[in-house]
């Protein structure tokens, strides 16, 4: 087993999923409810031998939307919960993550992107669930979510989504791709003092005077759990402060509002994101997840031959790190957006520049990721064009 | 002692959305009854629901309460269950809400055999959106989406949850609060996935397509289609035919409930990591 190489070595050779469920066990991850779909299964395999071994809960539902119900209900009970998907399932489990932001309720999801629309390429690589993930489901909520690159990363990144969760009292979403998710790398297990560990606000007053919703406490309300002796309501209508429904205009606009406040207001605590020798560049580079490795050695290629490229990696994709592109766009001549994808990110990029300046994408679909070569090209021709 | 109806309700959630006549109040009285007949705490209780007329009832319990999206009531009852074995969870919920969008949910939940107690309030028809018919609108039967009479043949929901695997399957109707009563404590003191189905009247949606659009008429029509189960032994197929049994009608005590099994499952890893361990020091 994994772990006794761990006791041994200290090093483990893990693929990210592997990665993604130990991370979620030492965010501390109690309850995970899945159902079957590639590339995402080893999740669940590793929760199902792991869970029962320390006292947790794994129970594969039947289908996606379940498994999504099942960890909403075990977050109320009190629980860190998670369930981990693909495309097809990330859409069906659209529906009730709407939920767990409407009723502000704590968890993490992960969908390992492969190619789509529909069935689309089950065991191949993708990354165009990017804009589902911020507004897949209907209505306005605020998103989080990671899309992390490196290893380490996943197993970092993994438990910020548990305490960022826990923090805003929002369903977070752990984007991976099918390569981070079955490429096996050496990780060190990072010790526990490396990463803190967040949990919810519970609350300071009695049950008598407690409101699951009450913005006295600031934007993220405690939150109380079940059986607890609070006994409050949870709906997914427009509700006030008490937890009951409301059609109250003024009540839901306010509602509505700090809903979205409670993250946007962190918005640069929230947007993590590396910069690559951007100090000097003329050509930025905006990319995310496994794309991002391909960028960072082109990066490195453009330098040699002497071309001032840079990137700036997003391992906070929602919120979108507005900021750091209109900054970025100030400096810059030009942006080039990598993405497996037909342009998703690179529409946010020209949002946040706002700059009438070239700001092109290097695209790949069919499954196969983009190659360092395919990116250098193209920093070569806008070299020329942006000179 | 007679009840006091009022400790188990938010008074200041009162007077209820439903239609005056409704009788889903029947069934909340029923289930109240029932949860003061076996003296569970309110702290202890959470009650789940869909979509629909119906899945307001939690609203107005106080208790631990969940109204969660169309069909998706036993999900959600399921992970706090899990989370939480040595609670009691309820699930209320309609016709349409449970057996059509909530179909898989509701087949799953039988075979698991999960400790929940799902009352589903049957009355042939989805209310809140206007009276389209459901999957138990009878054959015939006039709706907002039948307005040539219903061709889609019905579930018999009893059938449906014993053939699924549910311990614990019992049907009344409003006309009888003591027996639904009744059969919704057997069903929350079973330990198992348990199926109460409440047959009950929407005049206002189904009734008033169907020439009974007075409560009284439509629990009268009810009342005349119910035959309890005893009586029902002594009766030919022929006398049978357009009658619905009442009663309970399953019961089966010995097949394991999930949460204990899951329970098991954790000491049989947890010992054997223990003697692994143990050979190992």
């Known amino acids: ?387 | 002692m007679p009840v006091n109806y009022l400790y188990y309700l938010r008074a200041d959630k009162l007077p209820h959305m439903w239609c005056p006549g409704c009788g889903i109040g029947i069934v909340v009285k029923s289930m109240i009854g029932a949860i003061d007949d076996l003296k569970w705490d309110k702290d202890d209780i959470a009650v789940v629901s869909g979509i629909g007329c119906t899945s307001r009832a939690p609203g107005y319990m106080d208790m631990n309460t969940l109204h969660t999206t169309h069909g998706r009531a036993l999900t959600f009852a399921t992970g706090v269950k899990l989370a939480r074995p040595d609670k009691h969870v309820i699930v209320i919920s309609g016709d349409g809400d449970a057996t059509a969008i909530g179909g898989n949910h509701f087949i799953h939940a039988c075979r698991r055999n999960i400790d929940i107690t799902l009352i589903i309030v049957n009355n042939n028809i989805y209310g809140m959106t206007g009276g389209q018919f459901s999957p138990t609108t009878p054959y015939g039967a006039k709706a907002a989406t039948t307005p040539h009479g219903n061709i889609d043949p019905a579930f018999d929901l009893g059938q449906l949850a014993i053939g699924a695997g549910a311990s614990y399957v019992a049907r009344g109707s409003v006309d009888n609060g003591r027996m639904m009563q009744r059969f919704i404590r057997d069903g929350m003191a079973h330990r198992g996935f348990s199926v109460i189905e409440m047959l009950s009247n929407c005049h206002t949606q189904f009734g008033r397509r169907n020439k009974m659009s007075d409560p009284i008429a439509m629990v009268e029509w009810i009342a005349g289609q119910v035959v309890p189960k005893s009586k029902a032994a002594k009766m030919s197929a022929e006398e049978l035919k357009g009658k619905i049994i009442t009663g309970e009608l399953h019961r089966n005590e010995e097949r394991p409930e999930y949460t204990d099994e899951y329970a098991k499952l954790t000491q049989r890893v947890q010992a054997k990591m223990k003697a692994h361990a143990g050979a190992h020091a």
Not at chain 1, 46 to 66: K, N, S
Not at chain 1, 97 to 126: D, H
Request: with cysteine; net charge negative; aromatic share 8%.
């Open chain 1, 1 to 387: 087993m994994a772990s006794d190489i761990a006791e041994k070595t200290d090093i483990v050779f893990w693929q990210g999923n592997e990665i993604v469920a130990e991370a979620a066990i030492a965010a501390g991850c109690r309850f995970y409810a899945g159902y079957p779909i590639t590339p995402s299964s080893e999740i669940a395999a590793v929760m199902a031998e792991r869970l029962p071994e320390i006292g947790g809960v794994f129970v594969q539902m039947e289908d996606e939307i379940a498994s999504m119900g099942a960890i909403i209900g075990a977050s109320l009970s009190g629980m860190k919960t998670m369930t981990a998907t693909s495309g097809p399932g990330f859409s069906l489990k659209l529906e009730n993550i709407g939920y767990a932001c409407m009723a502000e309720v704590p968890c993490v999801i992960v969908n390992v992107m492969r190619g789509g629309p529909s069935t689309g390429l089950p065991t191949a690589l993708a990354q165009a669930d990017v804009m589902q993930a911020r507004w897949g489901t209907h209505g306005d909520h605020p998103t989080i979510a990671l899309a992390p690159a490196y290893h380490r990363e996943i197993y970092l990144s993994t438990i910020k989504c548990f305490n960022l969760a826990e923090k805003y009292r929002v369903p977070v979403i752990l984007l991976l791709d099918e390569v981070l998710a079955h490429m096996s790398e050496g990780l060190r297990i990072p010790d526990p003092s490396e990463y803190e560990i967040w949990d919810r606000v519970k609350p300071s007053v009695p049950p008598e005077k407690y409101f699951p919703f009450d913005s006295a406490f600031g934007d993220v309300p405690p939150m109380a759990n079940y059986f607890e002796g609070y006994r409050f309501h949870v709906t997914g209508l427009n509700h006030t402060k008490t937890g009951f429904p409301t059609t109250n205009p003024e009540i839901c606009q306010q509602e509505e509002e700090r809903m979205i406040r409670k993250v946007m207001k962190d918005v640069e605590l929230l947007t993590d994101c590396e910069e690559y020798r951007l100090e000097d560049a003329d050509i930025a580079l905006f990319s995310f997840g496994t794309s991002a490795r391909g960028a960072r050695v082109a990066v490195d290629d453009a330098r040699k031959l002497g071309i001032k490229a840079g990137l700036l990696r997003a391992i906070t994709l929602w919120p979108f790190p507005d900021h750091k592109i209109h900054a970025l766009a100030q400096q810059v001549k030009a942006f080039i957006v990598p993405e497996v994808n037909l342009g998703q990110m690179i529409l946010e990029v020209e949002r946040a520049a706002h700059k009438d300046m070239p700001i092109v994408g290097v695209n790949r679909v069919g499954g196969v990721p983009i190659a360092p070569y395919e990116i250098l090209d193209k920093i070569k021709e806008i070299s020329e064009y942006a000179r």
